[in-house]
């Protein structure tokens, strides 16, 4: 018997052949349909449910360290152009919109720029007068009532320094860490917060800034270590009034936080460095 296979076994091994390129590039194709419904899926996460932001100063101590990563609400406050990737402008305006309450910790775009992510305090609203007098805040011609709590105390860190030498506390251990003055704001609405006051500063005293229409006056609460409403929107020194168009969200959860320590060659180190008192916690 020849070995030289028949016409019709070559004809029915065609079939086979072309069925399993077939049946790849199905794969294929499943495969990058499957990316891009992921893709997309968490555009649509990000820019309307909820999105993951990082701390990357201390102007928002105590609340907030060098190395906190949360997760804001992308609904708090309605939808605008800032609420999508790279700020595309997608949508008209702003819709939905909601204005912010007094004590809220919000994300926002600060001025002149409006492409850096912000994180600040809602102190006034529109129509309010807010004023610094001798390092308290008054709002509507009254003072904001500020009580002396516990020295605020946070191990100095890979990210985390002492304001000033002076703020520096060294243990028997040999561990450092810093101690701010600290004291509790309680504002009109019931809303309580821990602010730090780290001594006299210009920014203790000021006129009255009247907040327009359509803007808030944003505070961090490091008052002495916090380019905020109360200086003017020149990028790297002041946000000025910020408008409402700019949030972005509201800060809701603390998903994780890191000192710094970890080292991408020591994997053991991403969990030494991570702060686990204080992811979970809300705003």
């Avoid at 992510?117 to 805040?137: A, T």
């Avoid at 709002?139 to 860190?157: C, E, R, S």
């Avoid at 990028?235 to 910020?242: A, H, Q, R």
Wanted: glycine letters at 10%; proline letters at 9%.
């Amino acid at each position: 018997m020849s070995d030289t296979p028949s016409v019709s076994d070559a004809q029915t091994a065609q079939p086979a052949a072309g069925q399993g390129a077939e049946a790849h590039a199905k794969k294929d194709e499943g495969f990058f349909s499957f990316l891009l419904w992921l893709v997309l899926g968490v555009v649509v996460l990000r820019s309307f449910i909820i999105s993951p932001f990082n701390i990357p100063s201390e102007s928002m101590l105590p609340r907030l360290l060098d190395g906190d990563y949360l997760f804001a609400t992308k609904w708090s406050y309605g939808y605008s152009k800032y609420s999508l990737p790279f700020s595309v402008p997608l949508i008209p305006g702003r819709v939905f919109a909601s204005q912010p309450e007094r004590g809220d910790v919000v994300i926002f775009k600060a001025p002149p720029g409006d492409d850096v992510d912000y994180i600040k305090r809602v102190i006034g609203l529109p129509g309010d007068e807010v004023q610094m007098k001798n390092g308290q805040v008054w709002l509507n011609g009254k003072p904001i009532p500020k009580q002396p709590v516990a020295d605020f105390v946070v191990p100095v860190t890979p990210n985390t320094h002492c304001y000033t030498p002076e703020f520096e506390r060294m243990a028997k251990d040999g561990t450092a860490s810093c101690h701010y003055p600290q004291f509790r704001e309680t504002l009109p609405n019931g809303k309580s917060y821990n602010v730090l006051d780290l001594g006299r500063t210009p920014q203790d005293d000021t006129g009255v800034f009247i907040v327009p229409e359509g803007h808030m006056f944003l505070m961090g609460d490091n008052r002495d270590n916090s380019l905020d409403s109360r200086f003017p929107a020149i990028e790297g020194e002041g946000i000025g009034m910020v408008p409402q168009g700019n949030l972005v969200g509201k800060a809701a959860v603390m998903m994780f936080s890191t000192d710094g320590s970890a080292e991408w060659l020591k994997p053991w180190t991403w969990f030494t460095a991570a702060r686990w008192s204080r992811i979970g916690g809300t705003f």
